[in-house]
């Protein structure tokens, strides 16, 4: 049986050590009453409900996963779905980073994302039935009426009813231009809207009272391609008069789907037979307005794959130091016993540093953002909430493909740390790596995110806002110059930075004559910025410990193993990526496929 313990030692760390969150949170009028302890307490009863009741349901929710019955077209979760989810609302939880005017906490976002990674840990499946739900709420929040607003977002940020996203048909996941769901005008100023969906997740089930479907759909005198998209909410029941669930809307799950992983979570067909939708927003922005929705499911994703990542690299750890074979190369170190624990094994401790470093980097570098949209959200000076959004926009491709790619490698070591065994599915690690394979698929493949970053964030920007978020690094290089003791990070970075502006240029300019070069160096792109980011994040965290190591507290020391590991052993692989980036397209074209 696999277990979890809330990393909170290192949550505290981030937020209050490397990111200063009582400082931050002080300049935010909307957040200047709330101090750390209220955080850590905020977090230690979160990770009681994740550790203790999503946890223990996430092996049996994936035995058993979704049940559909065609003849109700409803949809049953696994056992204890349900309960955990109606606790969930009972205690507050979905309201914590919503707006007060709502019935919201007013919470950071920071918190909230905290908050996630420990339930995404202990259970992604059930995990985004809320999650999603919060994703609608933005959404709604953004760009619904006043009215939109009055009727949906209560009930959302209650958690009373859930949310979905429905973007997704058979002909057009990547390519939302070739979406043909419908939407005609009613004379009551509704519409009616036809056309089936397909893997839309949490689109059915049995967990609410109700379901408010955000769908994705086409006017009669729409444009074609993205140009010609309408956002429209859809709830399942129709909302009466007092605006409780009343009578059945025509849009309803046609079948589930049956997958890799996150099996507890439903995977549905949606069908809309003239379903009875209001327009969110303006007509033909639809997708201007799914954005809000997309961008934080981005980050979302993200705090799924480092949710995976720590609870595999706890798992694997456990395992490592209990379980015998062989001898240490240097001698025996347990001599009582017929072998040696495998973490004596320097490959074993490889697998298990490399699952360490990705989850300390990966947090770190979340929490950054989430602050970051913090600023953006609520800082009163308008130049500093700008600059917030530029680098959130920059750093979302980088969370959602990064975060997700390295826990796919990070899950997938851990399960080698308990060899034979780690294929077995009783030991729960092999779900770990099905799970976290989704992620990087949805949501935009990680492709997409790559393009994302190297052709819009950067390209089409000349490069403006790689430009300020690097005289971030540059001015920590700086200021750490003159100190011996952090060359050992500071000189990797500043070559790791100086040559991610060499290839930008390099890149850009051949770009410039050839398209296709943007697109064949756009995936090995991506990861360097990533590992230039988590170097910066590992170089700032080693600097603290480098201070605070000296009181004896054994959590700065391991702090300290795992920046250099992650210095020695993984941010290498940019080289590698560089010269891939730099080979160009002509090899991935040159092949006939005919
Ligand atoms: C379990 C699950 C849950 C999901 N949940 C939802 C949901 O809640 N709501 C929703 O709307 N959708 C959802 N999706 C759909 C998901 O977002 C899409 O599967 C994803 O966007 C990719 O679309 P596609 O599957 O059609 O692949 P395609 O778009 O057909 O892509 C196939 C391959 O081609 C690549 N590719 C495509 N276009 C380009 C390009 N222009 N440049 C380079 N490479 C390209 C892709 O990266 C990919 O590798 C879910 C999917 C799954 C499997």
Request: include cysteine; hydrophobic fraction near 40%.
């Amino acid at each position: 049986m696999p277990h979890y313990q809330p990393p909170l030692r290192d949550m505290h760390f981030v937020l209050d050590e490397l990111l200063d969150l009582n400082a931050e949170l002080a300049q935010l009028p909307a957040h200047a009453g709330l101090d750390a302890t209220t955080v850590h307490q905020v977090l230690e009863e979160g990770g009681k409900f994740a550790a203790e009741r999503l946890f223990p349901l996430n092996q049996t929710g994936d035995r058993e996963g979704c049940q559909y019955d065609a003849a109700t077209r409803s949809v049953t979760t696994p056992r204890g779905f349900r309960d955990a989810y109606q606790q969930y609302v009972a205690a507050g939880w979905p309201s914590l980073a919503c707006d007060p005017a709502y019935g919201g906490q007013g919470l950071p976002v920071v918190l909230n994302n905290a908050f996630y990674e420990m339930l995404n840990a202990a259970n992604q499946a059930w995990t985004m039935y809320p999650g999603l739900s919060h994703g609608a709420y933005e959404c709604l929040h953004a760009h619904g009426s006043e009215a939109q607003k009055q009727l949906y977002l209560p009930r959302l940020v209650s958690g009373e009813w859930t949310g979905t996203m429905c973007l997704t048909e058979a002909h057009c996941g990547t390519d939302l231009g070739l979406l043909r769901t419908r939407a005609e005008p009613q004379p009551d100023g509704s519409y009616r809207l036809t056309g089936n969906k397909i893997f839309i997740s949490a689109g059915e089930h049995d967990m609410a009272a109700n379901i408010v479907h955000l769908v994705l759909a086409r006017l009669p005198d729409a444009p074609s391609g993205t140009r010609g998209i309408s956002l429209f909410v859809v709830p399942k029941f129709l909302p009466d008069a007092q605006g409780e669930p009343g009578e059945r809307n025509a849009i309803g799950c046609g079948a589930i789907e049956h997958k890799m992983g996150i099996h507890g979570n439903a995977t549905c067909q949606i069908n809309l037979d003239g379903a009875k939708g209001w327009l969110i927003g303006e007509p033909h922005r639809g997708l201007n307005a799914m954005f809000v929705m997309m961008n934080a499911a981005r980050l979302g994703v993200g705090m799924q794959s480092l949710g995976l990542t720590e609870v595999a690299y706890q798992n694997a750890l456990a395992y490592a130091r209990e379980r015998a074979q062989g001898r240490s190369l240097s001698g025996t170190k347990a001599s009582s016993a017929p072998a040696d624990p495998i973490i004596v094994h320097p490959d074993v401790r490889r697998m298990l540093m490399t699952a360490r470093a990705y989850a300390e980097g990966g947090r770190a570098f979340t929490s950054y953002v989430a602050l970051m949209i913090d600023r953006e959200l609520n800082h009163p000076d308008d130049s500093v909430r700008r600059e917030a959004a530029d680098e959130v926009a920059l750093l979302t491709p980088i969370v959602k493909a990064f975060l997700t790619d390295n826990a796919w490698i990070a899950t997938s070591e851990a399960l080698q740390v308990f060899g034979g065994h780690g294929y077995i599915a009783e030991w729960g690690m092999e779900q770990y790596v099905r799970d976290a394979r989704i992620n990087m698929i949805y949501e935009g493949t990680n492709t997409i995110q790559s393009l994302d970053l190297l052709g819009r964030k950067v390209l089409m920007d000349q490069g403006e806002k790689l430009r300020r978020f690097g005289e971030k690094i540059r001015h920590f290089i700086v200021a750490q110059s003159a100190d011996p003791a952090m060359a050992e990070f500071i000189t990797p970075l500043a070559d790791l930075a100086e040559k991610l502006v060499k290839l930008t240029a390099e890149i850009g300019g051949k770009a410039a004559a050839d398209p296709e070069e943007m697109g064949a160096a756009a995936v090995p792109y991506l990861r360097v910025a990533g590992h230039l980011v988590y170097a910066y994040f590992f170089a700032r965290m080693a600097k603290l410990s480098l201070t605070r190591a000296a009181g004896g507290d054994p959590f700065y020391q391991a702090k300290l193993a795992t920046a250099r590991f992650y210095f020695a052993r993984l941010l290498p692989e940019t080289a590698m990526l560089i010269r891939q980036a730099r080979s160009g397209a002509a090899s991935l074209m040159a092949m006939d496929f005919s």
